[in-house]
């Protein structure tokens, strides 16, 4: 069974940085393209950054560029968000999610993890 | 910049028809994917392709694809249908769009 399990969340104040871990487990992790996705209390939901299989394709949202890294770790199937020069807005849960060809993207979600940016 | 725009809110009695719709000129060329989210969990994947049904998802929930519009159909509501659903569409490797979300309130 495909199990997906964020950490790392917190109070962080804003300039601050914060990094998110997902686990994952049962499937092999490193074929697969994962996500960050995120959902601000009370909102919606944003794609927020995605990275292939071996990290060769690197994807951001435009409000995070230059601020937030993605990155894999395969050999402990891991998957990291390093989030630098936080701000209010980023205050969210962030969900790690899979990406498959079949049925396609977001196909299984972690539970989240939640950023608070507050002084 | 792509946008998707769906009801804010659908409001129906158990077993009749809910149909919540989701527009975007995106639709027109990439596929339609919809999500449901209950309060306190992650979101689920619950159409794809349009109209395609992962499996363990109900058949009473099905996708329609038409022009710039896709919808998502539930065929005799159950109140445990009650949560947010998202419509989704990427067009291309860094333009993935969610739509705003549609509250389904089924009583």
Known sequence: EVHLVESGGGLVKPGGSLTLSCAASGFTFSDYTMNWVRQAPGKGLEWVSSISSRSTYIYYTDSVKGRFTISRDNAKNSLSLQMNSLRGEDTAVYYCARDSISPGDFDYWGQGSLVTVSS | ?107
Do not use: M
């Open chain 2, 1 to 107: 910049s792509y946008e998707l725009t769906q009801p804010s809110s659908v409001s129906v009695s158990p077993g009749q028809t809910a149909r919540i719709t989701c527009s975007g000129d995106i639709l027109t060329e990439k596929y339609g994917l919809w999500f449901q989210q209950k309060p306190g969990q992650a979101p689920l994947l619950i159409i794809y392709k349009d109209t395609e049904r992962p499996s363990g998802i109900p058949e009473r929930f099905s996708g329609s694809s038409s022009g710039t519009t896709v919808t998502l159909t539930i065929s005799g509501a159950h109140v445990e249908d009650e949560a947010d659903y998202y419509c989704y569409s990427a067009a291309d490797n860094d333009v993935r769009v969610f739509g705003g979300g549609t509250k389904l309130t089924v009583l």
